[in-house]
């Protein structure tokens, strides 16, 4: 089981649609439940995907040094992909990771699924609860 905040959700939808007809890819981040205000029906340590990192982030260092500097290292338990013309499924092409959300046209939450290392489909709860406030 994969969870999600909608709020995460709306996001990337709304990134995956805006950059149509190309597709979107970002680097997803959790948090752990214990962490939100709110009680969560999961046990505490369960991770929530609640952030991104955005892919254009840094991309002046990137060009210059030809290293991702913009994503924390080990910080990325998941990736979102988009498939403009593709299928609700993993392809060859994504960069994979351990866990895969990819969307499809038209870009509402019943074209949004998740993914094991294997291209494996796996259940999916989005989570109505806003993630803790993180500080710099």
Avoid: K
């Amino acid at each position: 089981m994969a969870y999600i905040t909608r709020g995460l959700t709306t996001a990337l939808l709304e990134f995956a649609e805006e950059a149509e007809p190309e597709s979107f890819s970002a680097g997803l981040g959790t948090t752990p439940a214990r962490e939100f205000e709110s009680p969560l029906r999961c046990p505490p340590a369960t991770p929530i995907f609640t952030h991104f990192y955005h892919p254009d982030a840094g991309r002046s260092v990137n060009a210059v040094f030809g290293m991702d500097f913009s994503t924390p290292a080990g910080r990325t338990e998941g990736r979102f992909v988009s498939h403009p013309q593709g299928e609700l499924r993993v392809e060859l092409t994504d960069d994979l990771h351990a866990t895969m959300f990819v969307a499809v046209p038209p870009w509402e939450l019943d074209q949004l699924a998740v993914f094991g290392r294997r291209g494996d489909r796996q259940p999916l709860e989005i989570i109505a609860a806003e993630p803790p406030v993180e500080t710099l």
